[in-house]
């Protein structure tokens, strides 16, 4: 009987529930608190992410913009500087040599040859105006401008002008050459411009975006203040003119006015008008020139002018006697400054410039049929 009561009690253990364990307190199975808690977590990262992208984006942009612009600054000064040396070099120092070389060239040549640097200056101005110009250097570019536009007219004026200037007209002459002596001072205007105004903006603008390092091209078109004396440019041309030159360009004194040529001589040599005339000579042989006042009046700044054609060249050379008292014979001293062509028959023509109130001529000229041999 025992032994059967223990064996219903051990199926009556085997029916009841046996309790699950308790789950432990770290693992928080199921609560809503914990995940809610991740997804913030999880949001406030990805928010921080994205705001710190943005700032990465907006410092990249802002400094590829100030790259931009200082490039694009850097770039206007070295463009601008480019063209200022080229109108310096290509165009200011060849034309001023060239007016100092006047007397070796033909006025044809000579005019074609300052026309070529008008041309050039023409392109100068073209390629500053086609420049991107940042607009920090507004101001800078229209004074540029201004500078550029003063050389390209001031070179086509002294091309119109530079025929009549070497002419042998008195005062169709000194005209010209004191509106090409005027015409220096647009190249000094240029100059200034630029020295005050397009280079002090372009650094301004330089420092405003500090940036260092950038060399600002200086100019000197003009090769020095002489040029804007009307003697001196006369001297370039081989000319001669006088300061009082101009006080006497108003109505002459009554009576007959008028010079006559009397002859040349070079060395211990008269020239012969109707022979061939042989000489030894070189580029500082004397050249007398004798005339004689034939009017009724004292006349003033008369001047003479040689030139010996038939050569590669024509060879010039002027001279003005100051004072010709009525009735006296003066002489004019001139030298051609180079040598003349040797073996080759040329013409040496010799003016003696018209006098104000002169009406006859015909003596004021004579020509020589001439052969220059070597010493």
């Given at each position: 009987m ?8 051990f199926f ?6 046996r309790?699950?364990p308790?789950?432990r307190?770290?693992?928080a199975?199921?609560d809503?608190?914990?995940?809610q ?5 999880r ?5 921080g992410?994205l705001i710190?992208?943005?700032?990465l984006l907006f410092i990249?942009v802002?400094s590829?913009a100030s790259?931009?612009q200082?490039?694009?600054l850097k770039?206007?000064?070295?463009e601008?500087s480019?063209?200022v ?5 290509q ?5 001023f040599?060239?007016l ?8 044809q040549?000579?005019q074609?040859n300052?026309?070529g640097?008008?041309?050039?200056a023409e392109a100068?101005?073209?390629?500053a105006?086609?420049l991107d110009?940042p607009?920090e250097m507004e ?5 540029l401008?201004i ?5 390209r ?8 002008r530079i ?5 042998d007209e008195?005062?169709a002459a000194?005209d010209a050459?004191a509106?090409i ?7 000094l205007?240029s ?5 005050a105004r397009t280079a002090?903006?372009?650094k301004n ?7 260092g390092?950038?060399r600002i ?9 002489e ?7 006369a001297?370039?041309?081989g ?8 006080a006497?360009r ?6 007959l ?5 009397e002859g040349v001589s070079i ?11 042989r ?14 006042n034939?009017?009724e009046n ?8 040689l030139a ?7 060879i010039?050379a002027?001279?003005t006697v ?5 009735g006296?014979t003066?002489e004019?001293?001139?030298t051609l400054g180079?040598?003349p062509p040797?073996?080759?028959?040329v ?8 006098v104000?109130?002169e ?8 020509e020589?049929?001439?052969?220059f041999?070597e010493?």
């Amino acid at each position: 009987m025992t032994g059967i009561l223990h064996a219903l009690s051990f199926f009556d253990e085997d029916d009841e529930p046996r309790r699950s364990p308790r789950p432990r307190r770290g693992a928080a199975v199921g609560d809503p608190s914990a995940d809610q808690n991740t997804l913030l977590l999880r949001r406030g990262i990805a928010i921080g992410g994205l705001i710190l992208l943005i700032v990465l984006l907006f410092i990249a942009v802002r400094s590829c913009a100030s790259s931009r612009q200082e490039n694009a600054l850097k770039d206007y000064n070295r463009e601008v500087s480019s063209i200022v040396r080229d109108s310096d070099t290509q165009v200011g120092a060849p034309f001023f040599e060239l007016l100092g070389q006047a007397g070796d060239e033909s006025p044809q040549d000579l005019q074609t040859n300052i026309s070529g640097y008008r041309v050039q200056a023409e392109a100068h101005l073209k390629q500053a105006r086609a420049l991107d110009v940042p607009g920090e250097m507004e101001g800078a570019q229209q004074a540029l401008l201004i500078a550029l536009e003063f050389r390209r007219d001031g070179l086509g004026s002294i091309a119109e002008r530079i025929r009549t200037a070497l002419g042998d007209e008195g005062e169709a002459a000194n005209d010209a050459i004191a509106e090409i002596a005027g015409q220096m001072q647009a190249f000094l205007a240029s100059d200034v411009i630029y020295q005050a105004r397009t280079a002090p903006l372009i650094k301004n603008a330089l420092d405003d975006a500090e940036i260092g390092g950038q060399r600002i091209a200086t100019t000197a078109f003009l090769p020095g203040i002489e040029w804007l004396s009307e003697q001196t440019v006369a001297t370039q041309l081989g000319q001669q003119i006088s300061a009082g030159n101009a006080a006497n360009r108003g109505d002459p004194a009554p009576g007959l006015h008028g010079t006559g040529l009397e002859g040349v001589s070079i060395g211990d040599t008269t020239l012969q008008p109707d022979a061939p005339n042989r000489i030894t000579a070189g580029s500082d042989t004397p050249i007398v020139v004798k005339f004689t006042n034939q009017g009724e009046n004292d006349e003033f700044d008369v001047k003479v002018s040689l030139a010996v054609e038939g050569g590669d060249k024509p060879i010039k050379a002027s001279r003005t006697v100051d004072t010709v008292a009525r009735g006296q014979t003066a002489e004019a001293s001139l030298t051609l400054g180079k040598a003349p062509p040797v073996g080759a028959a040329v013409t040496v023509k010799v003016t003696v410039a018209k006098v104000p109130g002169e009406e006859k001529t015909d003596n004021n000229t004579a020509e020589y049929d001439v052969l220059f041999t070597e010493g």
